[in-house]
């Protein structure tokens, strides 16, 4: 019987602990777009978003006001853009010099959206909670 309790309570104190522990997590999207830019994203781009063969990603809030048009050129990548957008992007009208990769097929559209919002709070400095809602990624 002691036994018993003894190993209730230690699985209660775990419960506790990953409950009191989870509002301090960083938000999963967040954590997603993370992996995702190791993976797919920074050897062009750079370990810091500093820019290698891709431009550094310091702008991107500003090239791309709304997530939703960042993550359409990242599905797109360049070639694709031109032939359905055109010759340039973003808002700041950047002449598309090709060399981006279309991500459509190699990650999922969840992933997409994950690294957009993660390239613009980590490099471009917008707010985590902002990036997430706007790229749809918000709790997940
Ligand atoms: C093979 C190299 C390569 C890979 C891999 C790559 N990119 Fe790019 N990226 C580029 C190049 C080159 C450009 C500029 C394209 C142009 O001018 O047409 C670019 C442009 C961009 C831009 C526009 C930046 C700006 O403000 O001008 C964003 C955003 C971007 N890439 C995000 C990503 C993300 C996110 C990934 C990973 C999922 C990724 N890229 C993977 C090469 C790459």
């Not at 190993?7 to 602990?17: E, K």
């Not at 781009?45 to 891709?54: F, L």
């Not at 010099?97 to 993660?118: K, R, S, Y």
Request: charged share 15%.
């Amino acid at each position: 019987m002691a036994g018993r309790f003894r190993i209730t309570g230690a699985v209660c104190l775990i419960a506790m602990l990953i409950a009191s522990c989870a509002p301090s997590d960083p938000p999963s999207g967040l954590d997603v777009g993370r992996e995702v830019y190791a993976t797919a994203c920074s050897v062009c781009h750079g370990n810091s978003g500093q820019g290698v063969v891709g431009p550094a990603l310091s702008q991107v809030a500003l090239t791309w006001p709304d997530c939703a048009d960042q993550i359409r050129w990242t599905t797109l990548g360049s070639d694709r853009w031109r032939v359905e957008v055109g010759d340039t992007y973003g808002a700041t009208a950047k002449p598309v010099l090709g060399g981006m990769l279309p991500q459509e097929g190699l990650l999922t559209p969840h992933q997409i959206a994950a690294v957009t919002a993660f390239t613009r709070v980590t490099y471009g400095g917008v707010d985590g909670a902002t990036a997430l809602d706007d790229c749809g990624v918000a709790g997940s």
